[in-house]
């Protein structure tokens, strides 16, 4: 889908920023007003792979509207945290890319000796835990190859400015990389891989311009800036509105993920607690197993709105359900044993969905919380974004639990987030 403002042309140059997500990629153009100009979606066009993630971003470019394009004055790219590939000198891939929800655990005992404290990179999905693996899994001809390793819109940013080995400080956290020395610990150096450790930059620094052979196929000003990148969960958190401390951003998607914007930094791996460095400030939080996940395994989607129209969120709920889909969570609780609390199921399906709607708002409540009580700065409002943030009834629930005012987020595209990091 295909969505352009022609009135914003006047407003150039503009921003592209770029989302790569579990399912497909998102584009939005915006102008320094940060009004949205153009915005662009498509599905992968197969299996997540380099060579599609290429074709997807030179499919998005090829898209653009011949009075937008040439006007573009800065490119960033946002991915999904912990999808890395292995590439040699050339930037071309060595092996699948390993996505971020891929486990490594037989890496996560030396990954544990080699991370700083209170580090995600400390997890059998983090990054380090990849690359570990890949060095003691592949055949020594391939690993011999190596060059780079680089996350996905580490590896993608590279497509336009052709510069290998950069990354970003929020890709980076989970390879291990210390936001707060601004350096790689001293337990990484050294190491029979260290050498492809990518250099790390700011999000939104400046890297350079596209290549002389982007511009002419695209039809981007030779001028075009290409910034280093970010996650795409952190792209949605700039997307929100949130932009002093105490601003959170809830995200109901198919997990509950929380951040807070924060002048003091908190890393609590024993809550599932981390920070990421934001300029001088710190978004700290953690994301729960708890969400949307959850309500679909029992409603379909029309359900879920039908059903929701018949609770009343003033009326007090019995039921004190801990909603998971299956055994584990993260945060508030780090528990990978925690068993799922959704029992006793009542008859009716509304007075079920009731409970469950709370049980998550609860969920979050309790984050806040832990944040507050670990130092974090003190919440003045929340920002929704996902699919959840849809569901009026579910956010009366939350704001009943909640002592600060709930909105929508600004807007809930990552894509969006990642052009105001472009603007700079």
């Not at 066009?45 to 040439?70: H, K, S």
């Not at 950069?166 to 291990?176: E, Q, R, T």
């Amino acid at each position: 889908m295909i969505r352009s403002d022609d009135d914003c042309v006047a407003a150039l140059p503009v921003a592209l920023g770029i989302d790569f997500g579990t399912s497909g990629v998102r584009a939005a153009v915006v102008d320094p007003q940060r009004h949205l100009c153009w915005e662009y979606r498509q599905g992968y066009p197969d299996l997540p792979a380099p060579g599609n993630w290429q074709q997807a971003l030179f499919e998005l470019l090829g898209a653009l509207p011949g009075a937008i394009a040439p006007q573009i004055g800065r490119i960033a790219i946002d991915g999904t945290s912990g999808t890395v590939v292995l590439c040699d000198r050339t930037g071309s891939a060595l092996t699948p890319p390993l996505l971020y929800n891929h486990p490594c655990p037989d890496a996560l005992d030396r990954v544990k000796t080699l991370a700083p404290l209170h580090s995600p990179a400390a997890s059998a999905t983090s990054s380090l835990a990849k690359l570990v693996w890949w060095h003691q899994t592949l055949p020594p001809e391939r690993w011999q190859r190596a060059a780079y390793l680089l996350h996905q819109a580490d590896w993608l940013s590279a497509q336009l400015h052709g510069q290998w080995g950069l990354s970003d400080y929020h890709n980076s956290l989970k390879l291990g990389y210390d936001v707060g020395d601004l350096c790689y610990p001293p337990a990484m150096q050294g190491q029979p891989w260290s050498a492809m450790l990518p250099q790390v930059l700011a999000p939104g620094q400046v890297v350079g311009l596209v290549t002389a052979a982007i511009a002419q196929q695209f039809g981007l000003s030779p001028q075009c800036q290409v910034v280093a990148g970010t996650t795409d969960s952190i792209a949605a958190f700039l997307a929100s509105g949130a932009s002093a401390p105490g601003d959170g951003v809830t995200s109901l998607g198919s997990t509950l993920v929380i951040k807070l914007l924060s002048d003091r930094r908190i890393d609590a791996m024993e809550y599932g607690i981390y920070s990421h460095r934001l300029g001088h400030l710190w978004l700290v939080g953690g994301a729960s197993n708890t969400g949307g996940a959850v309500l679909e395994k029992f409603f379909d989607r029309d359900a879920l709105a039908a059903l929701s129209q018949q609770i009343d969120p003033a009326a007090p709920t019995d039921l004190d359900y801990y909603p998971l889909t299956q055994p584990g969570e993260r945060f508030p609780i780090n528990d990978p044993e925690l068993a799922p609390r959704i029992t006793p199921r009542p008859e009716g399906d509304a007075e079920f969905l009731h409970g469950l709607l709370v049980g998550i708002a609860r969920i979050e409540q309790r984050g806040y919380t832990l944040l507050a009580e670990l130092g974090a700065s003190p919440l003045r409002q929340i920002y929704t974004a996902g699919g959840g943030a849809a569901n009026e009834t579910w956010r009366q629930l939350r704001a009943g639990l909640m002592p600060v005012p709930i909105k929508n987020a600004a807007s809930v595209e990552a894509a969006v987030g990642s052009a105001y990091l472009a603007l700079g």
